[in-house]
Structures are given as C-alpha cells and as structure tokens.
C-alpha cells in the first residue's frame, strides 16, 4: 500500500481524493463555513469536468515538474485524467472506475491496472474532488484567511496537510496544495470548471488502442 500512496502521491499519476456521506449538523457547524458551502455545493453535483495545472515540488530531488491537462469525473467512484507535461514521456491518461486504476502511458505503449484501495486514496490530493465521504472522520478541518486545511487524525497518513483555496464560481473549489511528510507539495489549480454536463459512463472505462500491452499490478 505504501507503494501505492508513493507512486500517486508524487508522480505525474497522482490524483484521488477521498470524501464521503455528510455527516451530522454539529460537526458541519464546527468545520467552518467554507467547508460548509463546498459540502452543501456538492450535494448537487452528478459530474464534474475542466482543465487543471498541476505544479509538482519534489523536495529530495530537488526537482519541480508543471503538466496541464484536463479532467472528468463522476462522484464517488469514476474519474478521469489526461496529462501533456513539457515532454512527450509526460503524456499519460488515469482511469478510476469504481475500485479499478489504470494508468496508460502512451510513449511506451503500456497501461498499468491495479485495485485501488480506499486508505491510499484518502492520501491524495484530489480525495477533494471526487465527492465529500468520511473526510471529517479521517481529517480535523480549520479555516484561516479563507483557506481550509485538512490534517490528517491518523499518524499513519503520509499527508502533512491539505489547502483548499475556494472559488467564487459555481465548482467551489479554485485549488487545491497537499503536503506530505517529506516536505513534498503537489498543486493542483482548476480552471473552467463546468457541472452536471451528463457524463456517460463509457468515458470511464480505458479502451486500450490497438498493440497496448495491458499489466495488472
């Protein structure tokens, strides 16, 4: 599982977030009223798609990777994400469908499928985007200059903490920075964002083009 969090968490395929069922009133009120209204923005929400940029800061290798892309999802369970980095070896598509990833990298030919298990995901960046499910159980929630920080109860999680800088615009979210232990952050702003568009599931589900080696991890 390590492995698993590792890989997501610090690799052109990153990208899950794990969120939840809404909880009860009292615990809404205490996390805040920007946390409220995402929660309440949520509620209505049957998918999600955009543009994002994802700024990357590895600490150890004292490197720093930016890719765009775009992305679809459909809450809790299916998401999709295409990355172009600034080479052709960035190029890579990510699928969640229900409890399946795959990861397809084009450049050399070969998708990657794997379980996902839900601990990892939790440890994820974009947990923030695939619907609001236990993260008041897993994370204690503050608000500060209007910015949100989630961190984590568990001591096991890899995440330092999460900031949710929110957005005037109908998707409540404008960006989203997650800090891991090792003093690695991801970045990851939205743009464009439209809602309720009325995804298909198909578009889920990787369809392999012809030669594609398909490995399950």
Known sequence: ????????????????????IFWATSVEAAAG????KIKNAYSSFKDISGKFTQLSNIRDLNKEMSFDGTFRIKPPLKMSWRYEGEEDDDEQEVYIN???LTIYKKKLNQAIRSKLEA???????LALLRGLTDIE?????????????LTPKSPSFNVKHFDIYPSKDAFPIKKI???????????????????NTGLSNEIFTFKPPEGVTIVDN
């Not at 599982?1 to 939840?20: D, E, H, N, P, R």
């Not at 159980?137 to 920080?149: H, L, P, Q, S």
């Open 33 to 36: 009223p920007i946390f409220t």
């Open 137 to 149: 159980k897993d994370y204690d929630i503050t608000e500060k200059n209007n910015v949100v920080r």
């Open 98 to 100: 229900d409890d399946e």
């Open 1 to 20: 599982m390590q492995k698993s969090v590792l890989s997501v968490a610090t690799s052109v395929c990153i990208m899950f977030v794990a969120l939840a």
């Open 119 to 125: 601990t990892a995901i939790a440890q994820t960046p």
């Open 177 to 195: 920075i997650f800090y891991d232990k090792n003093d690695n952050t991801i970045e990851l702003t939205l743009r464009g964002v439209k809602v």
